[in-house]
């Protein structure tokens, strides 16, 4: 049995007070919608509790789907680093970028050298790297094969839309092959939401294309965050449904089971065919009070 854990969209804070020359355009927006609005919605207290819980319960592999920064300051990376390798090494954590942590064109890369151990893949096969970036990643964990894909790419105020690429959907397709090939769960990570319904400004635009290519190719979990709420959706594989689903910030204290800051562990069990996939997940009940278990789930 292999227990894969999954949270997202910490949006760390406290965040670095911006110099005046960095708050122009989109961070100008984002800067006070932050002061005004969505800091409220993140604590740093509910964070660490939620991890502290986490690594008490335990797990073999941690996905991270994105979000860990808010406004794309410069020092902002180096305080997601550190994050990062408070949850573990590289080897035992994977993560893939939001739109915030691309929030702005001139430091929408730095994560692929700040947070490169998290982003690497095992490189066994020969990798056809997609615009000088690691995207998409195939890494083998036990009997699961983690594919990483990012969507993170700075867009205009107000817009908070997410993009693959054709080049990076081609790359998807020939590593869920070669996955399929090796008889391995296939565990999908991508920040935006590849199904379901979303308003204009936040929507991964080209999802039918990415559904497309898991109708053709099948995958076993689809994980996700973006949207700060619990989620459970599906999609069409060649053999049946294949699940989708997102967790809320992990640091938002919020008063619904849907929002509140929570993470999912998955257990996975059996072989290619035959595959069990249950989901447990933590975190503050309405209320407060300590971290439980909120929901369970029996995905395969």
């Not at 691309?102 to 990798?127: C, F, N, S």
């Not at 709420?229 to 992990?250: C, E, W």
């Amino acid at each position: 049995m292999f227990t894969l854990a999954h949270l997202s969209d910490p949006h760390l804070s406290p965040m670095p007070r911006p110099k005046l020359v960095e708050l122009m355009g989109k961070r100008a927006v984002g800067y006070f919608n932050w002061r005004t609005n969505r800091g409220t919605h993140h604590s740093p207290d509910y964070l660490s509790a939620l991890v502290a819980d986490l690594k008490d319960r335990g797990f073999d592999h941690l996905a991270v789907t994105g979000d860990l920064v808010n406004l794309g300051l410069p020092e902002e990376y180096g305080l997601a680093r550190r994050f990062l390798e408070s949850l573990g090494p590289g080897d035992r954590v994977s993560m893939v970028p939001g739109n915030h942590d691309a929030y702005v064109r001139g430091t929408a890369l730095l994560h692929l050298d700040m947070w490169k151990e998290y982003i690497a893949g095992d490189q066994i096969e020969p990798h056809a790297n997609v615009g000088g970036a690691p995207f998409p990643y195939l890494r083998r964990r036990g009997n699961l094969a983690i594919i990483g894909l990012s969507t993170a790419i700075p867009t205009a105020p107000f817009l908070a839309t997410g993009k693959l690429g054709k080049a990076q959907l081609h790359e998807f397709e020939r590593l869920l092959k070669i996955a399929k090939d090796e008889r391995r769960f296939r565990v999908m990570l991508i920040h935006h939401p590849p199904a379901g319904r979303h308003s204009p400004h936040e929507v991964l635009t080209d999802a039918k294309a990415f559904c497309a290519v898991v109708a053709r190719e099948g995958a076993e979990l689809v994980l996700h965050g973006h949207k700060h709420k619990a989620m459970l959706q599906k999609i069409a594989g060649p053999d049946g449904d294949v699940n989708v689903i997102g967790v809320p910030s992990a640091s938002n204290p919020g008063a619904s089971p849907e929002r509140g800051g929570a993470y999912n562990l998955y257990r996975i069990g059996g072989e290619a065919g035959r595959w069990s996939c249950d989901m447990d997940s933590y975190g503050f009940a309405p209320g407060g009070g300590a971290i439980a278990k909120l929901r369970s789930a029996k995905l395969l």
